[in-house]
Nanobody, 124 residues
């Protein structure tokens, strides 16, 4: 059974930092695209960041560039999202996702494995 389990969410003040982790089990994801999406109340789930299989290619939505860093450790079947300089508008449920190799990073419909989500709340 394939599972993606996020951790590391919580409540933080504006300007603070959090590090999200996503541990995968049930199969090896070393060749998969890994990504992070988020969904705020009343809004669509949106792309945040993605990383290619080797970790050499990373992609970010414009609003998090320079503040968030995505990384992965294929030996641990885990990916991370380091979030710095957090803003109240970053408040959302953050979801980890994995999809087969390809060049589709921001397209949530191409990811076929999802975690259950972790809440990130940034207070002003």
């Amino acid at each position: 059974q394939v599972q993606l389990v996020e951790s590391g969410g919580g409540l933080v003040q504006a300007g603070g930092s959090l590090r999200l982790s996503c541990a995968a089990s049930g199969r090896t994801f070393s060749s998969y695209v890994m990504g992070w999406f988020r969904q705020a109340p009343g809004k669509e789930r949106e792309f945040v960041a993605a990383i290619g299989w080797s970790g050499g290619n990373t992609y970010y939505t414009e609003s998090v560039k320079g503040r968030f860093t995505i990384s992965r450790d294929n030996a641990k079947n885990t990916q991370y999202l380091q979030m710095n300089s957090l803003k109240p508008e970053d408040t959302a449920v953050y979801y980890c996702a994995a999809g087969p190799p390809g060049n589709y990073y921001g397209d949530k419909n191409r990811y076929n494995y999802w975690g259950q989500g972790t809440q990130v709340t940034v207070s002003s």
